[in-house]
């Protein structure tokens, strides 16, 4: 059966910006797929989905794979019947120094940050409709931008999440299907906990215009803008919510 609604694909979405993006999704009456590797995260995003009146089911998958992103979607048209928006955010960082990058570093990056988007873009477009078209967004990063020691595997992969978003656009609009991106800075969340200090924030905020760290929230409603239908001629962008750190001289 069709669904009465349009429906998405989140991966990552058991915690942080994820889950803050399928909330927000779902508040705008949207259906929202929930993907994250733990089930328990899952469970609880789909239940604080449901509680605030919303509508969400769990997918469970390794979207790291081919044949987990496949059956992640497969997922979404079994459950409704449709797939209208994609948004990759699934990723696993690690930062090392260039003498101690480590090939299976290299490897599970790239599996979970960069194939494993090549493969959703994939699977996504293939079952989103020509008639109704499609949105896809991809969380890349501020690092693909310009970046700091220790990250030049993330800001790698985040400049190469960028230059696919562009190349999907391309290919993918005559069927209608837009393809984006948002790029954070720095956002405190479960992930990244491991990876900030109190003075590593404090030397953001300072060069940051907006005098602030962003949020969950505020990177979910950047995504939500370029998923939902106020961005409709907009495709092969990279929208910065960085808060400005990207421009400001320091």
């Known amino acids: 059966m069709l669904a009465d609604a349009k429906t998405a694909l989140i991966t990552g979405a058991g915690h942080g910006i994820g889950r803050a993006t399928a909330k927000h999704l779902a508040a705008r009456g949207w259906i929202?797929?929930?993907?994250?590797?733990?089930?328990?995260f899952v469970t609880e995003a789909v239940a604080e989905i449901a509680q605030a009146?919303?509508?969400a089911f769990p997918v469970v998958q390794n979207v790291a794979t081919r044949e987990g992103v496949q059956a992640a979607v497969d997922a979404v048209m079994a459950q409704t019947g449709r797939l209208d928006g994609?948004?990759?955010?699934?990723?696993?960082?690690?930062?090392?120094?260039?003498?101690?990058?480590?090939?299976?570093?290299?490897?599970r990056m790239l599996q979970i940050g960069f194939n494993g988007i090549i493969?959703?873009?994939?699977?996504?477009?293939?079952?989103m409709d020509d008639a109704r078209g499609g949105t896809i967004v991809n969380v890349a990063s501020a690092a693909g931008?310009?970046?700091?020691?220790?990250?030049?595997v993330y800001s790698g992969i985040k400049a190469g999440?960028?230059?696919?978003?562009?190349?999907?656009?391309?290919?993918?609009?005559?069927?209608?299907?837009r393809v984006n991106a948002v790029a954070p800075s720095a956002v405190p969340t479960e992930g990244t906990a491991k990876h900030r200090?109190?003075?590593?924030?404090?030397r953001r905020i300072a060069n940051t215009?907006?005098?602030?760290?962003?949020?969950?929230?505020?990177?979910?409603?950047?995504?939500?803008?370029?998923?939902?239908?106020?961005?409709?001629?907009?495709?092969?962008?990279?929208?910065?919510?960085?808060?400005?750190?990207?421009?400001?001289?320091t």
């Open 32 to 40: 929202v797929g929930v993907n994250d590797l733990r089930a328990e």
């Open 53 to 55: 009146g919303g509508r």
């Open 86 to 107: 994609l948004v990759n955010n699934a990723a696993w960082v690690r930062y090392q120094a260039i003498p101690d990058i480590a090939p299976e570093t290299v490897d």
């Open 119 to 127: 493969w959703a873009i994939q699977s996504a477009a293939a079952v």
């Open 145 to 152: 931008f310009r970046s700091a020691p220790n990250s030049l």
């Open 161 to 177: 999440v960028m230059g696919m978003t562009r190349a999907a656009a391309v290919e993918l609009g005559p069927r209608g299907i």
């Open 197 to 202: 200090s109190a003075e590593r924030d404090a």
């Open 209 to 249: 215009p907006m005098g602030r760290l962003g949020t969950v929230d505020d990177i979910a409603r950047a995504i939500v803008y370029l998923l939902d239908g106020e961005s409709d001629f907009v495709t092969g962008q990279v929208l910065s919510a960085d808060g400005g750190i990207g421009i400001a001289i």
